[in-house]
């Protein structure tokens, strides 16, 4: 079936540092993915919605300086959590849905803390 | 705009009881509904679907219908096990050209051996 693979699982970083997360669909092509953030024993809250190849659309409230999101490839997209503090922490999931058929599929989330 | 709510937790439970939660929907148009799983530490995965009035999504012994009517897709199992203990996601999908889906705040299961 669809796998996405999400990496890293788990990242410490120090408050003004950059963080990278990738997320990659190994063997369908998506078109659109998704990230979300989820505290602790709270639902998923939609970030921002990629598509390939072109700008990413963020949601209300979101900062699309602080969170960038690149989607160059139809099996690539990242995020960038830029000069994080440690309100930035959080776990953050990508989900991809694939361009043929109908299915959305969850990475298994980066877990980011920052000090 | 479209929302789901759900019946909130925690839900505890001995092993071969019954399991039911709860799941309404709000929405335009016809969506499409799902159950998604979250085991600890780990991502979401899709439990099952229904896209269609009167639609039974079933997995792993889980079923859940799709009830216009009453607007509703509450998840049922006949007989838990310690294994399904997890956090459970209702989630709607408008179903249209806008893929995005709505979660709703989940439901966190315990089962007791």
């Known amino acids: 079936g669809a796998v996405v693979s999400q990496h890293p699982s788990r990242v410490i970083c120090k408050s003004g540092t950059s963080v990278k997360i990738e997320c990659r669909s190994l063997d369908f092509q998506a078109t659109t993915m998704f990230w979300y953030r989820q505290f602790p024993k709270q639902s998923l809250m939609l970030m921002a919605t990629s598509n390939e190849g072109s700008k990413a659309t963020y949601e209300q409230g979101v900062e699309k300086d602080k969170f960038l999101i690149n989607h160059a490839s139809l099996t690539l997209s990242t995020l960038t959590v830029t000069s994080a503090h440690p309100e930035d922490s959080s776990f953050y999931i990508c989900s991809a849905r694939e361009s043929v058929g109908y299915g959305y599929t969850f990475g298994s989330g980066t877990r980011l803390t920052v000090v | 705009g479209d929302s789901v709510t759900q019946m909130e937790g925690p839900v505890t439970l001995s092993e071969e009881a019954f399991l039911t939660i709860n799941c309404t929907y709000t929405a335009t148009g016809y969506p499409s509904l799902f159950w998604y799983v979250q085991y600890p530490g780990e991502g979401l995965q899709l439990l099952l679907k229904?896209?269609?009035?009167?639609d039974k999504g079933s997995n792993k012994g889980f079923e859940a219908t799709y009830r216009k009517e009453t607007t509703s897709f509450h998840l049922e199992k006949g007989s838990v096990q310690v294994s399904d203990s997890a956090v459970y996601f209702c989630?709607?999908?408008?179903?249209?050209?806008?893929?995005?889906?709505?979660f709703g705040a989940g439901t966190t299961v315990t089962v007791r051996a």
């Open positions: 229904a896209t269609k009035a009167d």
């Open positions: 989630a709607l999908s408008p179903g249209s050209n806008d893929y995005k889906l709505s």
